[in-house]
Structure formats: structure tokens, C-alpha cells
């Protein structure tokens, strides 16, 4: 290959790739401004013993057939030949879609995957199923904003309109007066971005906003939420109780007069739902901030004069997708939006309301004026979804019924699963609950580029290349830059790409014409540049030849300069350009919400008591958040994520006062349990956490001691071990492991060495 430095681009950042005497380097991209360190962690991944070398079959799979097994996630590995892997995959393809047909098959295969759109594994598996298995029980909406992308249509817009297409960061640099950010705005999750990130700009627009004069204020249990560069202010609140808090922000701006109520009567519907329900119509409890300080461990006097200091502000509200991530999560993102109404915001420069600003790098950005085509993913011809986390009760439950967004629907009997680009063992809650439940299937197949503990509990593990082992073209709608992905190393060992792999099992299930159209990768890449070329040629705007752009590597696209468009418009005149929910107004009260019935969810935002929360068998809460050394899961063994750990292990904060407690120092093994399981964790004690509360973040590799315990004991620190598997509500059934709750003790037991990244023992055929 190439010693030449190449393009490249990560869902972290573009950057130029080279090989030499066998040792990668990586250059960030000179465009961008602040590069992230996550490109360190592909400094060792190519070779790295942790990749999957060859085709394997779980042993109790291969000698007992297809079936139900305890031993998944506990057994060894027979490596064999690609032929016969073929033959094996595609034969139980035939006999699962004759005997169930596409309603036994799951190919929802949730993930990330790495940045190349046409290599996008998720969307590889959706085109194969359909074109060759008549199509799969799918999934709908993402772990990362289940709840919101469900909600905000019903109360405002599409949810990529509200985070994408909002307010600026340029607007935020020149208008805020106060940004007022639940769940804060860190710089670990906004260096990353679905499908590349090639400017790293938030620091810098943070820096200058500061300097302007804006005040961001953090309302998080952890300081880290926000960086340094914003000069913020940290509010602690309880975990969990944003909606409490600002339903007591509410009480006192209605209380003293300070709500804008031309701005509420014009705009919106449900006011005075709102308002009733605050002063204890409907239940006799006044919601005031006497009433929220109980709650959210600050003193009613403090959110009284906070509420005051919003006032007569450019005020822009932001709710992180982390929020929603917990039971009830719909409503702090309901409520963020009812304050910035009630303070007359929406639709002001640098002011009103957006959705997860901070949360990826998408946010806050510009759009390109078209999109780079997505690989079509053929007819699916059944209509059988779950929403993305329901997965274990699917395969637990099957025939039973579940409430979604005011559909009663009916969990199919799922016989095999396929998966590519995810990693449910990272992305999943309740881990011991999730084994039994893939423990159901006649079958699990996986594409992995290394030993995921997903990996570890398939039954066929197929081992396909990682992005840098193949051409592509990396881009999102709000990067203006497109790349050209130029393969830097050989496939590792006998590593095939997503679409290889299909297509061959295209050909054997005598699909391949339909599955690839004829198109090997390059041609697809050209088709796709074709297409783009044309969407922006009707446009007057001329890129170069596909041959130019693959030498150059990278081109610019045209931006539209239009966020906050839709509010913008529906401000200025809101006859003229409703918002898209059945009133047109931004919707305080859903009469659509309320006739759903749901206890848990109804009409107007409330507060309810979540069914988790800290007592004296587990007095901590525990926040599972993103981590800031590698995307989720991914090349948890890169450089940069072990530079996090400790002996190999995940570092744990919690406060100095619990520490000593505890009778814990900083650096002792630490045990985090509850009812689900186990985790051990370092000890990091810092005062940049609030008392009663632990973080562990996602992505340490699942490494159980005993993978068959029935509440496992983790030794690398995967948090999910603990959270608690259930949906946020009965509206939007997103993920809920933002939050749970835990016990913490020095550890003394046994302490064995970490091993998530040696492959399970395997022999060959
Ligand atoms: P990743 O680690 O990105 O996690 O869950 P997700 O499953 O997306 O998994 C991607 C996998 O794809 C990796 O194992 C990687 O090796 C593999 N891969 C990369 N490239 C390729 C390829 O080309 N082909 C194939 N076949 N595989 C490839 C993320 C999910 O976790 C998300 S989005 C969120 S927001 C959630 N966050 C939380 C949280 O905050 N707290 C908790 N407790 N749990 C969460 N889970 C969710």
C-alpha cells in the first residue's frame, strides 16, 4: 500500500494517513481548528490482537446446530474456511426465511460503524435483507435521542430541524446573553459527529461568546460539562431533576409577571394548562420553587432569583440528548422549550430554544444545500418495528403487546439476528437481562472488526476490514467538506469488507444482481459522486470530476446559511409558516399526547418520580455518560481510551467528601453494584463532581468474570452492567441509561487482570 500520505476521515475528524516501516502515522486535517484526540486511537488498531483474524463459528453452534443457548457470550471458537462460512450463513438464512419468512429475522443491527457512508454497516445489512430475504423486523429511532426525535414533532418540528437547522453558533457568538445549556455543552461529545467532522469549531465560538459577554451556565451534576474556554457557570442539580427545576423557573416568572404573555398567546397552546397545573389545579401540590428545591437539592431561594436573572435577556435554552436518556426523559426537553416560550424567545437571533446543542458536532452548524445520497435500501416488504431499545424485551417476550407513540404494537417471534456496525453489549442497558435474551435465538451473526464482547455471544463472527482498509467518501450534511477515504493498509489478516461479504451471500442466495447492481465498491463511490454532482449542477454549482476530487481527496460544498430557518419564518409570521404540529403553534399542551392516555407521558410536561431512585441500599447515582477518549465502544484498546484507564481499568470520579466516606483514596479499586450486577472501576476523587453522585462513562468493553452470572461482575468497568432496561415512557420508549442508581465499596476481592481485548480461545477446523 501507499507510503504516500492519504485522505482519510473518522466520525472525529478528517486527517492524512501514512504507513511507514510498518508504523501508522496520522496527520489531523489543516482545516480543521482544534483537532481531536480521538485520532490517536488509530495509532495501533490495524494490527491490534483484538481484531478478528478469520471466520469463526461458536463452537455449540457449529455441533449442535441452531437453537436456543446458554452458552452464548461462554464458549469457544472453530476457525473455518470463508467458503464454508458462506455456506453456513446462507444456508440458515434459506431455512429461517422458509420456515418464519422476513418476520423471524431481526436486522434492526443499531451502530455507528465508521464514518464512509457507502460502507455504513448498518445500512449494508438493510439492503441485503431486503433484497435478498424479502426484508427484517426493523428498528426505529436511535440509543442516542429516542425520546426527543419522538416528542419534538408532536410540539414543535422534526427534531433534526430544531438541533440541525436551529440556532448557530455564529448567532450564539453575536446575540446570547445567556446560554443556558441542560447537560452542559462538552467539547468530548461535540468532537464527534455520524459520518465526519472536519472543523472542530465550538471551542473557538465558545471563546468568543465569552469574551462578548455571554454567560453559559452548565446545569449538570458533573463541572466537566463544560470546558473551560466558555467561563461558565456550574449549577449542580440532583440528577435527573432538570424538569422539577424548571418547573419551579416557571413558577416564579408566572408568580412575579415576568412571562411574556403576547409571545405565549400568539405562539403557542396549552399556556394556561400549564400555568393550572403549576398551581396544583389538577392535584392540590403547588409546583413552586419551594417545591422544586426539595427536589433538585437547591434552595427556592436560589431558583427564584435565577428565574429573575433570565428575564429581559436573549435567552437560548438547550436540552443535551443525555437528559432524555432517562425515564421520563421527554419532559425536561418539553420544558426547555416551554421556558424559552415563556420568556418570549423562540425565533430571536443567538435566543429561544434548541435541541442538543453541543451534543455531536453536527449541532449548531450549517447545512449543505444536498445531501451526499445515502446507499438505497431496497423494499422492505414487511412493516414490523421495534423502537431501538426494546431489543431484549423483543427477543424476551415475544406475542407480547407494547405501547409506542400511540400504537399498541405486537414483539415478533425474532429466530435469528444480524448484526454489522453496532455493539448492543456497549450500546445496551441491564447486560446480564440482554445475554438471556440474544441467549433466545436460534441464531446470531455478527460482523466485527475485533473481539466485541457482541462479538463474543454471535454464533458466526465474521471479520470485516476497518475504514482504513478501504475506499469510501466521508461527509454529513452539516461538514462543508466531502472526502475522498483512500485506503491506507491491507486488509488485516483475512478481513473482508461489509460488502464483499454480502454480496457473496447475494450470489449464493441467488440475489447478487439485486444486492449489488452490478457495482463493485468504486463503482458505487462513483455513482454516488455522480448523483451529488448532478443535485448540485441543477443548482448552477460545479464540483470537479469524479477523478479530480479521488486525487484531491477533499472538495468543498455549497452551505446554506439559514438556521433557526423554520422558527425564524414562523416568527415573523406564524399564519403564514405554521410549525408542523396539528395546532401549527409550538404545542405547550398535545392534544394528540393527552389522547394517547399514557399515565406516564401526558399532555403537557409534568414532573413525575422516576421508579429509580438513591436509598440506603443504593445511595448513589450513578451517570453512564459518553466517555472522552473514544467514540462509545469503539477502539476502546487505541491509545488515547487506555491513556484513560487505570492498570488497564476505568476510571470512576466521585466527590472527596463520599471518598472519605467510604474510607476510599484516590486510585483504589472500586466495586459499584446494585441489583444487575457488578463493575469495578479506579477511583478517581475530584471535586468537579457533586456529592452523592458517581460517573463511570460508557464504552470500556463488557468483561465479565463469570459471563453466565445472573448479576455478572465486570472487570474493565462497563456501566451498562448496571443500568436499568426499560423506555422512557410509553410515547417514545427511548433509552433510559443516562442515570441509575448504585452502592459503592472498596474492592477486596480477587482481582484478575483485564480481558476484553484477547480473543476467545478458538482452534481451527
Ligand atoms: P459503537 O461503539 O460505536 O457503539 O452504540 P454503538 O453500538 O453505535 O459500535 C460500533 C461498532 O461498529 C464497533 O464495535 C466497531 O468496531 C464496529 N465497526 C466499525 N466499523 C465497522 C465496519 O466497517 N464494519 C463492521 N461490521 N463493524 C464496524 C452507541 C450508543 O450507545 C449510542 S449512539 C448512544 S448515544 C448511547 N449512549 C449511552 C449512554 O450515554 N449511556 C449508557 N448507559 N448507554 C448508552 N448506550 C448508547
Not at 106 to 129: N, P, T
Not at 183 to 212: C, D, I, P, W, Y
Not at 411 to 426: D, K, V
Not at 467 to 491: K, N, S
Request: aromatic share 8%; with cysteine.
Amino acid at each position: 500500500m501507499s507510503q504516500k500520505p492519504v485522505m482519510h476521515s473518522s466520525h472525529w475528524g478528517a486527517f492524512h494517513a501514512r504507513q511507514q516501516d510498518g508504523q501508522l502515522s496520522i496527520e489531523p486535517f489543516s482545516g480543521d481548528p482544534n483537532p481531536s484526540p480521538l485520532l490517536t486511537n488509530f495509532r495501533h488498531a490495524l494490527n491490534h490482537p483484538a481484531r478478528v483474524a478469520r471466520p469463526m463459528v461458536r463452537r455449540g453452534w457449529l455441533e449442535q446446530g441452531p437453537g436456543a443457548d446458554q452458552r452464548r457470550g461462554n464458549d469457544d471458537y472453530i476457525a473455518v474456511s470463508w467458503d464454508e462460512a458462506w455456506e453456513l450463513v446462507a444456508n440458515e438464512l434459506s431455512r429461517v426465511g422458509k420456515s418464519y419468512g422476513p418476520q423471524g429475522i431481526f436486522g434492526g443491527s443499531y451502530g455507528w460503524s465508521s464514518a464512509g457512508r457507502f460502507h455504513h454497516a448498518q445500512s449494508q445489512v438493510h439492503r441485503f435483507l431486503n433484497t435478498t430475504m424479502g426484508g427484517y423486523v426493523r428498528s426505529v429511532n436511535s440509543y442516542s435521542s429516542g425520546s426527543a426525535s419522538v416528542l419534538l414533532p408532536h410540539i414543535v418540528g422534526d427534531m433534526n430541524e430544531i438541533a440541525r437547522r436551529g440556532v448557530s453558533w455564529e448567532e450564539i457568538a453575536q446575540h446570547s446573553d445567556i446560554v443556558l445549556a441542560f447537560g452542559g455543552l462538552a467539547l468530548k461529545n461535540s468532537q464527534v459527529a455520524s459520518g465526519g467532522l472536519s472543523e472542530h469549531t465550538e471551542r473557538g465560538f465558545m471563546q468568543q461568546a465569552s469574551q462578548r459577554g455571554t454567560r453559559f451556565i452548565s446545569v449538570s451534576p458533573l463541572k466537566s460539562d463544560l470546558p473551560d474556554e466558555a467561563r461558565g457557570e456550574w449549577l449542580a442539580l440532583r440528577p435527573g431533576t432538570d424538569a422539577a427545576f424548571i418547573l419551579g423557573l416557571l413558577a416564579v416568572l408566572i408568580e412575579e409577571g415576568l412571562t411574556d404573555e403576547a409571545f405565549l398567546a400568539r405562539y403557542t397552546v396549552g399556556w394556561p394548562q400549564m400555568v393550572a397545573y403549576i398551581d396544583g389545579e389538577e392535584d392540590g401540590t403547588k409546583r413552586d420553587a419551594a417545591w422544586a428545591a426539595d427536589i433538585c437539592g437547591v434552595s427556592a431561594a436560589f431558583i427564584t432569583d435565577f428565574a429573575r436573572q433570565l428575564h429581559g435577556k436573549r435567552v437560548l435554552v438547550t436540552v443535551a440528548h443525555a437528559l432524555q436518556r432517562a425515564e421520563h426523559g421527554e419532559q425536561p426537553v418539553w420544558l426547555g422549550l416551554v421556558l424559552a416560550s415563556a420568556l418570549g424567545q423562540p425565533g430571536l437571533p443567538g435566543g429561544g430554544y434548541t435541541y442538543a446543542l453541543g451534543a455531536l458536532g453536527h449541532y449548531g452548524k450549517h447545512h449543505n444545500r444536498v445531501s451526499f445520497p445515502a446507499l438505497p435500501q431496497g423494499r422492505n416488504g414487511i412493516d414490523r418495528l421495534i423502537p431501538v431499545a426494546r431489543i431484549a424485551d423483543m427477543l424476551l417476550n415475544p406475542g407480547t403487546q407494547f405501547d409506542y407513540n400511540g400504537r399498541r404494537l405486537t414483539y415478533p417471534h425474532i429466530r435469528l439476528a444480524y448484526w454489522a456496525g453496532g455493539n448492543p453489549f456497549h450500546h445496551h442497558q441491564d447486560l446480564a437481562r440482554l445475554r438471556q435474551a440474544f441467549c433466545q435465538l436460534d441464531t446470531f451473526i455478527v460482523h466485527e472488526i475485533a473481539w466485541t464482547s457482541t462479538a463474543r455471544h454471535a454464533d458466526i463472527v465474521l471479520p470485516a476490514t476497518m475504514t482504513l482498509e478501504r475506499e469510501d467518501i466521508g461527509g454529513a450534511p452539516t461538514d462543508r467538506h466531502l472526502f475522498a477515504m483512500q485506503p491506507v493498509a491491507q486488509p488485516y489478516a483475512e478481513a473482508k469488507d461489509d460488502y464483499a461479504i454480502f454480496s457473496e451471500l447475494a450470489r449464493r442466495l441467488g440475489h447478487e444482481e439485486a444486492f449489488t447492481e452490478g457495482l463493485d465498491t468504486r463503482g458505487w463511490l462513483e455513482r454516488h459522486y455522480h448523483q451529488l454532482q448532478q443535485k448540485l449542477a441543477a443548482q448552477q454549482v460545479t464540483i470537479p470530476a469524479f477523478e479530480q476530487f479521488w486525487q484531491q481527496g477533499v472538495i468543498e460544498l455549497p452551505q446554506l446559511k439559514d438556521g433557526g430557518r423554520m422558527i425564524n419564518a414562523f416568527r415573523a409570521d406564524p399564519d403564514a409558516a405554521p410549525l408542523p404540529t396539528p395546532s401549527g403553534k409550538i404545542e405547550i399542551f398535545s392534544a394528540t399526547i393527552a389522547s394517547f392516555n399514557y399515565e406516564n407521558c401526558p399532555g403537557h410536561p409534568v414532573w413525575r418520580e422516576p421508579q429509580q431512585k438513591p436509598d440506603a441500599a443504593q445511595p448513589f447515582w450513578l451517570i453512564a455518560n459518553q466517555p472522552a477518549t473514544r467514540l462509545h465502544s469503539q477502539l476502546d484498546f487505541g491509545d488515547y481510551s487506555l491513556s484513560g484507564k487505570r492498570d488497564g481499568r476505568e476510571a470512576c470520579s466521585l466527590n472527596p467528601n463520599d471518598a472519605v466516606a467510604l474510607n476510599i483514596t484516590d486510585g483504589d479499586i472500586i466495586e459499584l453494584y446494585n441489583q444487575r450486577g457488578h463493575v469495578l472501576a479506579s477511583a478517581r476523587v475530584t471535586d468537579t463532581i457533586m456529592a452523592g453522585v458517581v460517573q463511570l462513562p460508557t464504552g470500556a468493553w463488557y468483561d465479565p468474570v463469570d459471563p453466565t452470572a445472573v448479576r455478572p461482575l465486570c472487570r474493565h468497568g462497563n456501566p451498562n452492567v448496571l443500568t436499568l432496561d426499560i423506555g422512557t415512557s410509553s410515547l417514545t420508549q427511548g433509552c433510559s441509561g443516562q442515570i441509575t442508581v448504585v452502592q459503592v465499596r472498596k474492592y477486596t476481592g480477587e482481582l484478575t487482570p483485564v480481558q476484553a481485548f484477547i480473543p476467545p480461545a478458538h482452534q481451527k477446523r
